[in-house]
């Protein structure tokens, strides 16, 4: 089946320790999204890419970096993790049609 | 400042009863609002959505209904069942591939 995957499900880093989460698609998307979602708050879009140009929120720390090496792979970087960082985060993709189609999201947390 | 808006964080239904989920936004240039439906520990799925040149949009059991003057929609799924107990987020879409979402209302249907 088509679907967005996301390793790892569950991260556990040190304050301060880089940390690479990955995403990759079999849907052939080519726009790709990188969500910051914590308890009770709505997805916060961290940045996304439309094929490979990349585009960053204003208010995203630079602490988070991305990376897109290919189509069908997205990677967010998180230089120096502190405990704010502590989230679930959620990688998407949308394609010609409007919606966006989720992977099942990594929860890292940050000790 | 938070575009699109779900003022209820939760909603109990009695099954068999009409569950009413309501969302507003702010940003009038949206183009297409989405609904997402998340169980605990996955990512959000998309359920159904409206073009804002629409006023109504059916599918199945759920229908979203989009206000543009009000800049209000909602969704309504009648039956409830038991299995349609989730955390609902409501999305909004700008054109240029940005989703900005809701901060989501969990449903709970009472057997």
């Known amino acids: 089946d088509a679907m967005v995957i996301q390793n790892p499900r569950y991260q556990v880093t040190q304050f301060g320790k880089p940390v690479t989460l990955s995403c990759s698609q079999t849907?052939?998307?080519?726009?790709m999204y990188w969500y910051q979602q914590k308890s009770s708050q709505a997805p916060k879009l961290l940045f996304h890419y439309y094929d490979k140009d990349f585009n960053n929120e204003a208010d995203t720390p630079d602490n988070f970096q991305s990376r897109r090496p290919n189509t069908s792979f997205c990677f967010l970087d998180i230089r120096s993790p502190g405990l704010g960082d502590a989230a679930m985060y959620l990688c998407a993709t949308s394609g010609l049609a409007h919606e966006q189609f989720f992977g099942p999201g990594t929860r890292l947390t940050v000790l | 400042d938070q575009q699109v808006k779900q003022n209820s964080p939760s909603l109990s239904v009695q099954e068999g009863r009409i569950s009413i989920l309501n969302c507003d936004y702010t940003?009038?240039?949206?183009?297409?609002f989405l609904w997402y439906k998340k169980y605990p520990a996955e990512g959000p799925t998309f359920l159904i959505s409206?073009?804002?040149?629409?006023d109504k949009n059916e599918d199945g059991r759920f229908t979203v209904f989009l206000n543009k003057s009000a800049k209000h929609l909602s969704l309504h799924i009648v039956p409830s069942q038991p299995g349609d107990s989730a955390v609902y987020f409501c999305?909004?879409?700008?054109?240029?591939?940005?989703?900005?979402f809701g901060t989501g209302t969990s449903l709970t249907v009472i057997p």
């Open positions: 409206i073009s804002s040149i629409k």
């Open positions: 849907l052939n998307h080519n726009v």
């Open positions: 999305a909004a879409r700008e054109t240029g591939n940005q989703f900005y």
């Open positions: 940003n009038s240039m949206f183009d297409y």
